[in-house]
């Protein structure tokens, strides 16, 4: 059999052999905001067409660059400094929409919508990037745009933040496997820029490789994880479920682990179910599980080959598209054991409408039981309507749904950010996954607003015991 060709990205570690130099920036920045909203007509590299362009002169005190803009266009940012000698300065930035570019000196050193190829400590939001600078004169230029993105007033807007930062704090945050291997050991926020880091290395196509239905021999495994230790990560989490589930006991309320995505495995005193549970080995929590529930027909929320597995053993799989046991068209409520479903059905975008089902999941026989609402990829709070109370809420934060206006129409107990850093999602040119820097500006934006709800972004594989 012809072994599956992973392709690996290569760290690169920007003046790895020069003098670790302080962030000496210019107080002065030239900012230049180009009336078109094509991304490509603004050169992160070539600055010469801007000699004679409309520039203004900013300070930024304390880092920070916010303005609200009519319009999207591209915006750039360029500081021209003096290095004291060579060396390589550490620079922490961040914006507040999917994609940024930096250069420096005439070179591109990252490109956020592509891969970390141009830096190993990456991601986004918040970026470590390893300046190499020359003696004397250098041109650092950051190119973004206007985005509602963490805006507290919900308007279109240019943010940019930026800080010192240092090779210890790199080397940290680099997705290696002895990185990886110490998250759940160490800070949060760390752990979160590793896995995020890791990400940013992928691209769908090898994620595609690396998920594809095949066997791995142990040098094929090796391999993947050498290239891409967030690989590693996401296996690891599916085995320690794998043992968790079977050896956790429940006697009232309900245990929940996070998958990966939007996949959840919940198990209550009386059974054991799955939502929108996607891996690459999926198949193998079958036997696990009593039924399982799919809220859309789109390959991120659900495992074809779990799916058939449930199917062959007459095990409910419960989606508005699968024909199986369970198959169903919302609205319709259902009882298994000792849950009940209450099922509603939603729009996932203006192309496809009422394609998502959702879910209402009362984990228990008694009153009291934890209730789930598992919202998928619906974009409009003002379709959701559960048919009782909601403890937790599982959203997608970025598909269009306001977090605010539904915790405000919903009054949760906790919401659970999910469809974070989805792999499959690592289209260059296109889009990159969303991280957790997207649910934070939500909770931000709800605390201003005074909306009271506790809020949780799981990590894969992590156990939760709800009441």
């Known amino acids: 059999m012809k072994k599956p060709k992973i392709l690996g990205i290569a760290f690169l570690f920007f003046g790895a052999a020069l003098q670790a130099l302080p962030l000496v ?19 992160v590299v070539d600055l010469t067409p801007l000699a004679k362009a409309e520039k203004e002169i900013l300070s930024l005190p304390g880092g920070i660059f916010s303005r609200e803009t009519k319009e999207g266009n591209p915006a750039l940012l360029v500081n021209e400094f003096n290095a004291p000698s060579n060396g390589t300065m550490y620079l922490r930035c961040g914006v507040n929409c999917s994609y940024m570019q930096a250069g420096l000196n005439g070179k591109m050193i990252f ?8 830096s190993a400590g990456v991601g986004n939001g918040s970026h470590i990037l390893p300046l190499a600078v020359k003696k004397g004169r250098n041109v650092l230029s950051v190119k973004f745009f206007g985005s509602t993105n963490g805006s507290p007033d919900g308007k279109l807007r240019y943010s940019f933040a930026f800080a010192g930062a240092d090779e210890e704090q790199y080397q940290q945050e680099l997705p290696t496997r002895e990185n990886f291997a110490a998250v759940g050991k160490i800070d949060r926020h760390v752990a ?37 230790p967030v690989l590693e990560f996401y296996d690891r989490a599916f085995d320690k479920i794998m043992r968790e589930v079977p050896e956790t006991k429940v006697g009232r309320g309900a245990v929940v682990w996070h998958l990966y995505n939007m996949g959840y495995i919940v198990k209550t005193p009386a059974c054991c179910f799955g939502i929108d549970i996607c891996h690459r080995r999926a198949e193998e929590l079958a036997p696990l599980l009593d039924f399982i529930l799919v809220t859309h027909n789109h390959n991120d929320h659900y495992n074809l080959a779990l799916l058939k597995a449930m199917a062959k053993a007459k095990k409910p799989v419960i989606s508005n598209f699968y024909p199986a046991k369970g198959y169903q068209a919302p609205p ?27 879910y209402r999941i009362q984990c228990g026989r008694s009153d009291d039981a ?14 959701l309507h559960p048919s009782g109370r909601v403890d937790i809420h599982i959203l997608h934060p970025r598909v269009g749904l306001s977090v605010p206006e ?8 906790e919401i659970w950010f999910s469809h974070l850093l989805e792999m499959g999602h690592c289209k260059p040119g296109i889009y990159r996954p969303i991280d957790w820097s997207a649910a934070y500006s939500d909770m931000e934006m709800m605390k201003k607003q005074g909306i009271e709800v506790s809020c949780r972004c799981p990590m894969w594989g992590e156990k939760i015991v709800l009441p």
């Not at 002065?28 to 050169?43: G, H, R």
């Not at 490109?111 to 141009?118: G, L, N, Q």
């Not at 979160?192 to 095949?214: K, L, Y």
């Not at 934890?370 to 379709?383: A, E, K, L």
């Open 25 to 43: 920036l210019n107080e002065k920045w030239f900012f230049y905001q180009i009336p078109s909203s094509t991304w490509e007509t603004l050169d």
């Open 111 to 118: 490109d956020e919508r592509t891969t970390s190829a141009f």
């Open 192 to 228: 979160e820029r590793i896995i995020r880091n890791g990400v940013d290395q992928m691209t769908s196509t090898d994620f595609a490789r690396f998920t594809r239905p095949h066997h791995f021999s142990a040098a094929d495994l090796e391999r993947c994880y050498r290239h891409y």
């Open 332 to 358: 319709e409520k259902i009882t298994i054991s000792d849950v009940t479903i209450d099922s509603e059905r939603c729009d996932h975008n203006a192309t496809f409408k009422k394609f998502v089902s959702v």
């Open 370 to 383: 934890p209730v789930i609402y598992h919202t998928g990829d619906s974009c409009d709070h003002r379709q």
């Open 406 to 413: 539904a915790a405000k129409s919903l009054y949760p107990r």
